[in-house]
């Protein structure tokens, strides 16, 4: 597995570097939630149409031990996610690659289930670790693939990647690209530096 910067890891240990031990911050229990917390979860649970008595998971009562950083992230993501101007797709794509080569079991594990509810194949997917240099992608595919390790690499897009981009994003799905990368970056030096738990229905890489 190839990391940005070169380095290669074994899937197997860094699982277990990261998963291995438990969370370096407990989660919230349900006694310590003070009414701040109780108020961003309602607008989160809003914003992505979760039942009122839904389920907390674990990763989200870990980050809001720290509700201010929480609601700020939260706001980005529901910005990406809910308000995006790059294509659900395409922007799982990203996500994925980001995450791989990130070496983020977590963020893998969830965006392979919900990359596929927006038509990421298994095949693509696979791709996806990979990388650019894989076949069959499409000529702008490959293209969001390679934006995602330029960026991981060398903290920019090249001219033939943006030129490629160019010919179908908008400006604002251009500006909107780098954010999005960087978001997942973000997410996932966190969930890796407090080595968030995988929840049951996530096996991460």
């Avoid at 989160?44 to 039942?51: E, H, K, L, N, P």
């Avoid at 809001?64 to 996610?81: E, S, T």
């Avoid at 594990?109 to 990359?115: F, K, L, N, T, Y």
Wanted: charged share 25%; net charge negative; hydrophobic share 40%.
């Amino acid at each position: 597995m190839q990391m940005g910067g070169g380095a290669k890891f074994d899937l197997e240990e860094r699982m277990d570097e990261i998963v291995g031990s438990p969370p370096r911050i407990a989660a919230l229990s349900e006694d310590e939630m003070t009414d701040e917390v109780r108020e961003i979860c309602r607008i989160m649970r809003a914003s992505f149409g979760i039942a009122e008595n839904g389920v907390i998971p674990e990763v989200l009562r870990l980050m809001l031990r720290h509700p201010g950083l929480f609601d700020a992230q939260m706001k980005m993501g529901i910005l990406l996610a809910g308000k995006n101007t790059i294509p659900a797709r395409e922007r799982e794509l990203a996500i994925l690659r980001n995450a791989w080569l990130i070496g983020a079991p977590y963020e893998w594990g969830e965006h392979v289930d919900i990359g596929k509810r927006f038509g990421v194949t298994a095949e693509e997917i696979e791709r996806c670790t990979i990388g650019s240099s894989a076949q069959g992608w499409s000529e702008h595919d490959r293209a969001v693939i390679k934006g995602v390790e330029e960026l991981v690499a060398n903290y920019m897009i090249s001219d033939e990647t943006w030129a490629t981009l160019a010919q179908t994003w908008n400006e604002q799905q251009l500006m909107e690209f780098p954010v999005l990368v960087g978001q997942y970056i973000s997410t996932a030096l966190q969930q890796n530096s407090l080595r968030v738990r995988l929840a049951d229905d996530n096996p991460g890489f």
